[in-house]
């Protein structure tokens, strides 16, 4: 009890979240480096009138001075100074002068900040995200301006560039929508109505032309402002969260419902909105491509077609050995909005994660990604060519086919190769062999799908990575499984 008392007593008043317009009003800095240059080029941005008080300036400043964008007092301070300014930011690098500045402050009712020191500190400057017109403040009253960063970084992934332009449009529209609506009420109806419909996908999508045409109907014809359904194909890239795009991030946050493969984890499917209805649409036991594909089409216009966003989840890139050309194909014969959002696909992300370069002007001019599983008419020929590397995916239980095709085709048995085993995930394993043993490095160590295989000279730098420590996950190689 008396913890918890102690604790409520420390807590300080909360503060008020305020954005001045200082446009035209007198604004003083106090320091001449660094701290103080960066305070001022935030300042700038306002519009207001800046004096700048050091007895030396850095470089920038005095640049800025020159330039006529701010103003100069030189010496040490002086409490007259602040005669008529609104706003003071204490900025040397000495916390005893800020401390007179702050105490001058005070005495005459200015708002003043000091950096890194709340105490002294009648006001904070937050750590802020801009689109456009469109602010976002994030402060720890000075209490954790790291952590209050970080929220920023967070904001600056989510939030569309496009709130910007949707900003100035709504601003440019101010007066007739309210014209329209003279109602408070009404008018938040429409709002909500108008934001919830096509018209931020469509600036997101940079379609300006489609988007005034959403607002006119929405303006005119308030009844007609149902929310259109849209599909997404998106890539959920190789596994790891931290290498989805920021789009496609956005459009799990944004989705309605998620389509979504077997092999997509739950850490990414946690990265949506969490009222998001989520349905596994993988193949199951004892259906066949085509079925699974039927119910995939059908699911996406029965949901697009009753409104809902829709994403279409692939691991990888949708257009990369996916079904999504079929899926664009059906959604331009149902007239159903869409749009496609690549991921990373399992040739960079498997290159990546064993420190593979898929080219090298020594060795690698071309890149063949390759799908042999099931396929009858693969030219061994052509993949035996010299000076490519060979991309494999789903090629697992093919292995033993494709280095005799390889081989006889004219690949030399001794051509370096990796096997990258879920790539970018703390499971992943890196296999490296040649070709002519890759086969039985595979089954000495039970390699399952998801995994990719690399065939080429830029297979060996593989080995270089394993033996500096730079291969993530379990690594293996001919040499150790013998």
């Not at 600056?156 to 709130?163: G, I, P």
């Not at 259109?228 to 789009?247: F, I, Y």
């Not at 993988?282 to 829709?310: C, F, N, S, W």
Request: proline content about 4%; charged content about 25%.
């Amino acid at each position: 009890m008396g913890i918890n008392a102690s604790i409520d007593t420390a807590v300080p008043a909360s503060l008020f979240p305020l954005f001045a317009d200082l446009r035209g009003r007198a604004v003083l800095v106090v320091g001449g480096g660094d701290v103080a240059r960066r305070k001022v080029a935030a300042l700038l941005e306002t519009g207001a009138d800046i004096t700048v008080a050091a007895s030396v300036l850095d470089r920038g400043l005095r640049e800025w001075v020159e330039r006529g964008r701010l103003h100069h007092r030189e010496g040490d301070f002086e409490p007259a100074w602040l005669d008529g300014v609104m706003l003071v930011v204490a900025a040397s690098h000495d916390r005893a002068p800020n401390r007179v500045v702050a105490e001058a402050a005070r005495t005459r009712g200015i708002f003043v900040n000091v950096v890194d020191d709340t105490e002294a500190s009648t006001f904070h400057i937050p750590a802020s995200v801009r689109r456009g017109r469109l602010q976002v403040a994030v402060s720890s009253g000075g209490a954790a301006p790291v952590l209050a960063r970080r929220v920023r970084e967070k904001l600056e992934a989510e939030l569309d560039d496009s709130l910007g332009v949707l900003t100035e449009l709504l601003a440019r529209e101010r007066a007739r929508i309210r014209r329209r609506f003279p109602q408070a009420g009404k008018r938040r109806h429409f709002f909500e109505r108008l934001l919830g419909g096509d018209l931020p996908r469509l600036l997101c999508e940079g379609d300006e032309a489609s988007a005034k045409l959403a607002f006119e109907c929405a303006l005119n014809e308030p009844d007609a402002t149902r929310r259109r359904g849209s599909v997404a194909l998106v890539g959920a890239g190789p596994g790891d969260p931290g290498l989805l795009t920021l789009k496609a991030l956005r459009a799990l946050q944004d989705a309605d419902v998620i389509l979504h493969d077997r092999l997509v984890g739950p850490d990414i499917l946690e990265l949506a909105r969490r009222d998001a209805e989520r349905i596994s649409v993988g193949k199951r036991v004892g259906e066949g491509h085509d079925a699974t594909q039927a119910r995939i089409h059908a699911l996406m216009l029965q949901h697009a077609r009753a409104g809902k966003r829709v994403v279409r989840l692939q691991g990888g890139d949708p257009l990369v050995f996916g079904r999504g050309g079929e899926e664009l194909d059906f959604l331009r014969a149902h007239g159903v909005a869409h749009e496609v959002i690549p991921g990373i696909t399992a040739a960079i992300a498997g290159a990546a994660a064993a420190g593979v370069p898929l080219t090298d002007r020594r060795c690698a001019r071309s890149v063949t990604l390759l799908s042999p599983r099931g396929r009858t008419d693969v030219d061994g020929e052509a993949l035996a060519a010299p000076g490519q590397t060979l991309a494999i995916y789903m090629g697992v239980g093919e292995l033993d086919a494709l280095s005799h095709l390889l081989i006889a085709s004219g690949r030399g048995a001794d051509t370096p190769c990796v096997l990258i085993e879920n790539a970018s995930l703390p499971q992943q394993r890196t296999l490296a062999g040649t070709l002519g043993d890759l086969p039985a490095l595979a089954r000495e160590h039970d390699v399952h799908a998801p995994a990719l295989l690399i065939v080429g000279e830029v297979a060996a730098h593989a080995q270089r990575a394993m033996h500096t420590g730079r291969c993530r996950g379990e690594t293996a190689s001919i040499a150790h499984a013998a």
